[in-house]
């Protein structure tokens, strides 16, 4: 049993005034407080969409630029171990006041995905975090969305014929269903496997509709990339010409046990159908600003009643997993501009807080500090924050939401475990891991061709700016 004062409690009982948190595994008790600990204490921030990858990807040559040409340069990352590839994005998350995360993966070796899974089930353990692992399946469009041949036709034969092999090799859908199986069995508190179709348009309908069924069938949550770029949102109005949200629908994806990552292109007739099936979108802000997607519709989803959460995608704005910045960052956004009020701090805590858990665990009674309540905490030093307020001029949550960093987090807890203290991790030491990363992911670089790589960047360009995405070759079969 742990017992912690603090000045202010964030969604928690009682109007104001100093508490004592009581609590093991879950929150036992709260009471009135003494106060003047310099502490504030909320919920575990919960990150509801990122890829957990340990290199930042700028650093391995991944610039920042419009997904399309962007989600090609991950080739580029170096295949290091899984586990320090893991525990050092896990790590710094924690650090920043991230106790709940939804870990969408990105295979170095699609061919021993179950391997990479049974790290990242260690790393968080080790480190103590909730994770949701999100299970890749993907083989439709591997190489763009709909025909290839434009693309291809624009590299010389020897280049296309190589990128053909490439794709041709990768594990088949029987597969990755059989390894998303083997996951599943890696359960525990502390990893809980979900379905992650990438996106539809790099998953065959037939296997959307399996996952559906396994999903209603063993309660099993869906993770989906959907509406990230208006090139995709182009793709699905050819492909779906009766729209893209209500195939979904028909072929049983849409549920409560749903969550879409980033959502930008979703229209309010897309956002009123999500809500009426329960399902949740991840606000992916940083990450939308730099790889040049847009900004998310958040009015439409609160004039909708659609839920939504708060995700970094492993592309916080300063490449610094600054969950408290990246609230900051979102709040400034979605907020309203002139005298319009879209959302309010309440509203923002609560999607970034309790909505945002149920968007990576489903229903449960986190996302508030209460008794019975898990004890998953977040403990903040006001000392910087409020080093130069008045009196009775600004309140504390009001300057959280104005100046709060990852460098003001005290303690991190979850499930009562103390997975940071005085600011640093306490599973693993994290600059010790990071330099060990460091130094394989330099030991293992490999030779990039830049001409070649400049050659399918500059074929892209051309097949997405002629419109080749926008034909759909096998419309009848959708529509039938």
């Not at 839920?307 to 907020?335: K, N, S």
């Not at 968007?359 to 977040?378: R, Y």
């Not at 061709?449 to 759909?472: K, L, S, V």
């Amino acid at each position: 049993m742990t017992t912690l004062e603090c000045d202010a409690l964030l969604r928690g009982p009682g109007a104001g005034g100093p508490k004592r948190v009581s609590f093991g595994e879950k929150v036992t008790a709260v009471e009135p407080g003494p106060g003047g600990s310099g502490l504030v204490m909320m919920p575990a921030l919960c990150n509801a969409h990122d890829h957990g990858r340990g290199l930042r990807s700028a650093a391995f040559g991944a610039g920042d630029d419009t997904l399309e040409l962007w989600i090609a340069r991950l080739e580029f990352e170096p295949k290091v171990d899984p586990y320090l590839r893991a525990a050092v994005a896990l790590a710094r998350m924690a650090q920043s006041g991230i106790g709940v995360i939804n870990h969408c993966h990105n295979a170095q070796d699609p061919a021993r995905l179950v391997q990479e899974a049974e790290a990242v089930a260690k790393a968080a353990r080790d480190i103590g975090v909730r994770v949701a692992f999100a299970v890749p399946i993907a083989g439709r469009n591997p190489l763009t969305y709909g025909d290839p041949a434009a693309f291809l036709d624009a590299l010389p034969p020897a280049q296309a014929e190589a990128l053909k092999a490439k794709v041709a090799n990768r594990p088949s859908w029987d597969r990755q269903l059989e390894d998303a199986e083997r996951i599943f069995d890696l359960a525990s508190p502390w990893f809980l496997p979900q379905y992650c179709p990438t996106g539809p348009q790099w998953v065959d309908d037939d296997v959307l509709a399996t996952i559906a069924e396994r999903s209603e069938r063993l309660d099993r949550r869906v993770h989906m990339h959907l509406f990230e770029t208006e090139t995709q949102r182009q793709w699905a109005d050819a492909t779906y010409p009766g729209g893209l949200i209500p195939h979904l629908d028909r072929i049983g994806l849409l549920s409560p046990r749903l969550t879409l990552a980033h959502g930008v292109y979703l229209d309010a007739d897309d956002c009123a159908l999500l809500a009426e099936r329960g399902a949740m979108v991840s606000v992916n802000t940083s990450s939308n600003l730099r790889l040049r997607s847009g900004i998310a519709p958040v009015k439409t989803f609160m004039d909708t009643g659609l839920g939504w959460g708060m995700g970094l995608d492993g592309m916080a704005f300063d490449d610094d997993e600054d969950a408290l910045r990246e609230l900051r960052l979102l709040w400034q956004l979605q907020r309203g501009f002139g005298l319009d009020r879209i959302v309010s701090p309440d509203r923002l805590w609560q999607a970034v807080l309790s909505d945002g858990r149920r968007a990576i665990l489903g229903p449960n009674d986190g996302g508030t500090v209460t008794p019975g309540a898990p004890a998953d905490l977040l403990v903040l030093k006001t000392g910087r924050i409020l080093h130069d307020v008045l009196p009775g001029r600004a309140d504390v949550f009001d300057m959280l939401l104005t100046r709060a960093t990852k460098a003001d987090v005290e303690a991190l807890y979850v499930g009562g475990r103390a997975v940071v203290e005085h600011g640093h991790v306490t599973g693993i030491d994290l600059p010790a891991a990071e330099a060990a990363l460091l130094d394989e992911a330099r030991a293992k670089m490999t030779d990039i061709d830049t001409d070649a790589a400049a050659r399918a960047e500059a074929a892209r360009i051309a097949y997405y700016g002629a419109g080749c995405h926008c034909h759909a070759p096998d419309r009848e079969r959708q529509e039938a």
